[in-house]
T-cell receptor, first 114, second 111 residues
Framework: GAGVSQSPRYKVAKRGQDVALRCDPI?????LFWYQQALGQGPEFLTY????????KSGLPSDRFFAERPEGSVSTLKIQRTQQEDSAVYLC????????????FGPGTRLTVT | EDQVTQSPEALRLQEGESSSLNCSYT??????LFWYRQDPGKGPEFLFT???AGEEKEKERLKATLTKKESFLHITAPKPEDSATYLC????????????FGSGTQLTVLP
């Protein structure tokens, strides 16, 4: 079946621009996560949704980062007034249940801020 | 705070040369330890979940084991297609539901 998809795969933004990154999770998956992965590092947690509810946003690095999942399926991560330090790969993952089992990752969006 | 440390950072093996990757962790109540494989330009691909000390899981040339403080990913007779970065992650009872990852081991298998 279809896995997690993300778009765009690559995004170049000038410093100060706003960007929106999209995630289509596996159909029926309740849990959705966003992670940020810097070059040569493991993914770092940003935020978590259970259905449409954002239950944890403790990993968002600043108030320029905003995520939503209004209908409990597709999610969008928005970054306002991008900075160079925002350059990274943004990964989306989904999980069928609410705890204890593996997460399935999308291919990521590589954001480069110039 | 959950922490994961992986070693070595990079490992080069000849085809057929078996070895092990290490994942040391500290967590408040382990709910699961996860191994992923990540190829360049792709998202992490799930390999194994381990839940309790003493547990072992195998898939083709890979075998994952778990103790109370660390996990090992054993690679037997590796092939060049096993070249990738291997990531270890934990979910603890203290963390909401997210995974805490290590920095990974970059494995290169030479033909």
């Amino acid at each position: 079946g279809a896995g997690v998809s993300q778009s765009p795969r690559y995004k170049v933004a000038k410093r100060g621009q706003d960007v929106a990154l999209r995630c289509d999770p596996i159909s029926g998956h309740v849990s959705l996560f966003w992670y940020q992965q810097a070059l040569g590092q493991g993914p770092e947690f940003l935020t978590y949704f259970q259905n449409e509810a954002q239950l944890d946003k403790s990993g968002l690095p600043s108030d320029r980062f905003f995520a939503e999942r209004p209908e409990g399926s597709v999610s969008t991560l928005k970054i306002q007034r991008t900075q160079q330090e925002d350059s990274a790969v943004y990964l989306c993952a989904s999980r069928p249940g609410t705890s204890g089992t593996e997460q399935y990752f999308g291919p990521g969006t590589r954001l480069t801020v110039t | 705070e959950d922490q994961v440390t992986q070693s070595p950072e990079a490992l080069r093996l000849q085809e057929g040369e078996s070895s092990s990757l290490n994942c040391s962790y500290t967590v408040s109540g382990l709910r699961g330890l996860f191994w992923y494989r990540q190829d360049p330009g792709k998202g992490p691909e799930f390999l194994f979940t381990l839940y309790s000390a003493g547990e072992e899981k195998e898939k083709e040339r890979l075998k994952a084991t778990l103790t109370k403080k660390e996990s090992f990913l054993h690679i037997t007779a590796p092939k060049p297609e096993d070249s990738a970065t291997y990531l270890c992650a934990v979910q603890g009872e203290g963390s909401a539901r997210q995974l805490t990852f290590g920095s990974g081991t970059q494995l290169t298998v030479l033909p």
